[in-house]
């Protein structure tokens, strides 16, 4: 028999332990004697003691008997990998069947099957390459922690630098939104100052009711409304921007408020239709409003622009309530996406749009606010006949 080597590359490493069940004492005596040179051994007769000796003991390798009273060693084995997977189990029987070596070994996770009488050196081969079985599996373990930590880490950094993108984003388009605001202004603005000059006029000369003097009033009224809508706009816009605390607060409002100031920005788009159905009984969500607002931005941009060269200008908006989720949902019926891009269209630096239109990270920015707060964002589309996006929050947020 050649000499198989146990020794470590290191003086100071603990003996690795081995876990030995056998109903018959002398079985397991001979066992020790071959394995407590290289080992810490412990023995066991009884396979419902063996529970005990875990929980006490760092064992590396449990060997046990197949045929025992109380229990098999594959029944053994499977209870034994519930609690301890990376164990490395080991059956020893007198038993050939082929279906029950493959029953044992599918059902206890078995790292090796040996006949009795055991070959000793077939033994000590067995437990080498089962502790070399066991320490890979712990290495590719602690591997795969530390992979997780690090993704963690960078997912952690990339949320941070897309904050800051986002608050450069928001504070770029709130100056657009309110450079955009100030020039509408100065339509109704006019239209005011030319109205009173009209009215003044009018009633000068006039001496009653004069139906001029009213449709003039009426001109006035309408342009009132339009700034006062204007105002409440920009008032909500810096209203978000200040607040960074979660509080609860109404999607539908958010929506709501949010389309309107689509509608105003866009209010010179030649047949823009955005249509909003909220859903009547929708609970309140908790959250930072800003970054729900910033979500709305950035997929109704996507909308008003994905619709610009379309015959038919029309963007659908609905709030709902979804397996106990409360969802949005978007659609558009603008060009839509190819097949080949709706996997990519997250991916940072990706988009569809013309050069110069697009920066590629509006869905990314808004995909990884949707995780943050642990909803889900799904996208379908069919090229040429729009696109729609469904993103789903529990109904507990951050």
Known sequence: MHSISFESEHEDDVKASILVVDDEPMILQSLE???????????????????????????????????????????????????????????????????DIVKAINKGHIFSFLFKPVDVNQLLQSVKHGLENKRMKEVIEENNKYLEQKNKNLLDEVLSKSRKIMDMEKFYELGKFSASIVHDLNSP??????????????????????????????????????????????????NNSISEKPVEFDLNWLVENNINSMKLKFQNAKALEIIFTPCDDLPKMKGVPLHFDQILTNLLKNAVDAVENSQKKKITVKTLLKSGKICLYIKDSGTGIKSEDIERIFDIGFSTKDPGKGTGLGLVITKQMV???????????????????????????N
């Open 371 to 397: 995780n943050s707060y642990k909803g889900k964002i799904k996208v379908e589309s069919e090229y040429g006949k729009g696109a729609a996006f469904l993103i789903c929050f529990p109904i507990e947020t």
């Open 189 to 238: 603005l006019q239209t005011l100052i030319t109205g009173y000059q009209l009215l003044e006029d009018e009633l000068v000369h006039s001496k009653g009711y004069d139906s001029n003097a009213e449709n003039i009033l009426t001109l006035i009224d309408n342009s009132l409304h339009t700034m006062e809508n204007m105002v409440k706009s920009i008032s909500n816009r810096i």
């Open 33 to 99: 004697m071959v394995l407590k040179r290289y080992f810490n051994v412990f023995k066991e007769t009884d396979p419902l003691k063996v529970g005990d000796i875990l929980s006490s003991q760092n064992i590396d390798i449990l060997i046990t008997d197949e045929m025992m009273p109380g229990m098999r060693g594959c029944e053994l084995a499977e209870q034994v990998h519930t609690s301890y997977p990376n164990i490395c189990k080991i059956i020893l029987s007198g038993n050939s069947d082929k279906k």
